[in-house]
């Protein structure tokens, strides 16, 4: 199946994610896992990043890193136990990055690039994007690694028992950042604990494109990205907060009825409620890779808009 149409290897094992073998990491790679994941109907994941030796991330804007060229970044799909797809990006020289989806073989020795992408892979639910559909969410912000960030990289050591995994913590004291945060980027006292993770949860599903550089974000001004300086706030003083609790919705051309962001109190009025829970429209929200609605996302989302009244 190896194919010329991408410009990165057309085999995984030829991308250095391995070493030895398919499940030894190659030298120079580290597991790393964002927080707050990303709802892809149910897909089991795995994430790594190799960095080019010698290298720092410029950290100058702590919202958004700038990667060194040369970062290569995984992430992996698995269903039932069984890998089905490895995604990677890779950065050039030029600054612009490739991107290809591998598809593993049923006997999982090798994975090959997809660059047309795959409906329904290896017999399951899955579907693998084109190499250009990449570019819908990875094109929304500065620079295009979406989920290795401050916020989502800001959890507890213990949260991450293997000591090969990247932290903000491991990374500030591997000297890999151009300009560490002064403190450790924790949640303030003012952040309730269901806050935390709703917001969180917005900031990883929403925020891709609704971001203050995503092009959600210039037609709608709903900006759901929590920044580093949020955390030192209170919820209630947050951007996104701010953003989304009764204030108006701004579009009015879909056929909804609802009139607020999020109104306190009422489901049935709350736009940002029924873009999530609603799917198949073309006002869905996200509006692409889910087609199903993410329990924990709707039982958060419940239970804070009713308990703002
Ligand atoms: C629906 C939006 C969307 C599409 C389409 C998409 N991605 Fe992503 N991707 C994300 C988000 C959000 C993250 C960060 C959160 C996470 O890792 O789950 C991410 C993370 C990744 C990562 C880990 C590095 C990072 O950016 O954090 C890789 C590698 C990746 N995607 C590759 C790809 C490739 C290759 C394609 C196309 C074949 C693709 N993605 C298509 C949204 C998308
Ligand atoms: C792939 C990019 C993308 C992602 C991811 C995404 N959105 Fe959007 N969103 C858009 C675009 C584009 C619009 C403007 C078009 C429209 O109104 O449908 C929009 C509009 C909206 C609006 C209307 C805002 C207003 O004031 O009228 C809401 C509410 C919304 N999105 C909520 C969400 C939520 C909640 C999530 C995450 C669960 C999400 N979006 C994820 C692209 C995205």
């Known amino acids: 199946m190896g194919t010329t149409k991408t410009r990165l290897p057309c085999r995984l094992s030829e991308t250095g994610l391995f070493g030895a073998d398919m499940n030894t990491l190659g030298e120079g790679v580290h597991p790393f896992s964002p927080q707050f994941a990303l709802w892809s109907d149910a897909a089991e994941k795995r994430r790594w990043i190799w960095l080019p030796p010698d290298s720092q991330i410029d950290t100058s804007d702590m919202n958004f890193w700038t990667f060194p060229a040369g970062t290569k970044i995984w992430k992996e799909f698995t269903r039932d136990?069984?890998?089905?797809?490895?995604?990677?990006?890779?950065?050039?020289?030029?600054?612009?990055?490739?991107?290809?989806?591998?598809?593993?073989?049923?006997?999982?020795?090798?994975?090959?690039?997809?660059?047309?992408?795959?409906?329904?892979?290896?017999?399951?639910e899955h579907d693998v994007p084109n190499a250009d559909a990449c570019w819908t969410c990875h094109s929304q912000q500065p620079d295009k690694a979406l989920g290795f960030s401050a916020i989502q990289l800001a959890h507890s050591p213990m949260d991450a028992a293997d000591p090969n995994e990247w932290t903000l913590a491991r990374l500030v004291e591997a000297n890999l950042l151009t300009a560490p945060p002064e403190a450790a980027l924790e949640f303030s006292d003012g952040w309730p604990e269901a806050e935390r993770a709703l917001f969180g949860y917005l900031?990883?599903?929403?925020?891709?494109?609704?971001?203050?550089?995503?092009?959600?974000?210039?037609?709608?001004?709903?900006?759901?990205?929590?920044?580093?300086?949020?955390?030192?706030?209170?919820?209630?003083e947050s951007s996104v907060y701010l953003a989304i609790v009764d204030v108006d919705i701004m579009k009015l051309d879909v056929e909804l009825e609802a009139t607020k962001r999020i109104d306190p109190g009422s489901l049935e009025?709350?736009?940002?409620?029924?873009?999530?829970?609603?799917?198949?429209?073309?006002?869905?929200?996200?509006?692409?890779?889910?087609?199903?609605?993410?329990?924990?996302?709707q039982a958060m989302l419940e239970a804070f808009i009713l308990g703002l009244e």
Request: charged fraction near 20%; charge should be negative.
């Open 269 to 297: 009025n709350s736009a940002l409620y029924q873009r999530f829970l609603n799917k198949g429209q073309s006002w869905s929200m996200p509006p692409l890779a889910s087609e199903v609605t993410d329990p924990t996302g």
């Open 203 to 236: 900031h990883a599903n929403c925020g891709t494109c609704h971001n203050p550089e995503g092009s959600a974000n210039s037609l709608t001004g709903l900006d759901l990205w929590i920044k580093a300086d949020d955390l030192a706030k209170t919820a209630e």
């Open 81 to 124: 136990g069984t890998r089905v797809e490895t995604r990677l990006i890779e950065k050039q020289s030029s600054g612009t990055w490739y991107t290809v989806a591998y598809l593993w073989r049923d006997d999982q020795t090798e994975a090959d690039a997809v660059p047309d992408g795959l409906m329904n892979a290896s017999g399951t």
